[in-house]
């Protein structure tokens, strides 16, 4: 497996507990929505899928955060999750943990690592 640097988004679209930036990433021969979001400064990156039933978290795109900012939440069931740990600390699924992403944030530009077959 080789790995490599796909651009998400230009750093200034991700607002301190602000609105995320949707994008796709191909997992186990499959195309998986996934996420960003800028949290303490830095952008956190998760697969969008909740681990309570597997429905997308934002209610609409890009509505990652609960209404304090404080917490990444599932539209659909209310589950808080934290967004630097993406650990379930509300809800069914407490204690479950969001498919974390790896991303860097370079020259003004978010990138998320990828593992793809040579």
């Known amino acids: 497996m080789a790995r490599g640097e796909r651009l998400i988004c230009a750093a200034g679209e ?13 997992q186990g021969g499959k195309s998986l929505a996934a996420f960003v979001v800028r949290w303490r400064g830095l952008p956190r990156a998760y697969v969008n899928e909740c681990r309570h039933q597997s429905s997308e978290l934002d209610w609409m795109q890009g509505d990652f955060f609960d209404e304090t900012k404080l917490y990444l939440i ?11 740990s ?10 479950a943990r969001l498919a974390p992403l790896e991303v860097v944030e370079r020259e003004g530009k978010v990138f998320c690592i990828e593992e793809f077959e040579e």
């Open 86 to 95: 993406g650990i379930c600390v509300a809800g069914p699924c407490r204690g």
């Open 74 to 84: 599932c539209a659909t069931h209310g589950v808080l999750y934290t967004p630097d």
């Open 14 to 26: 991700l607002v301190e507990g602000g609105s995320g930036v949707r994008f796709e990433i191909a």
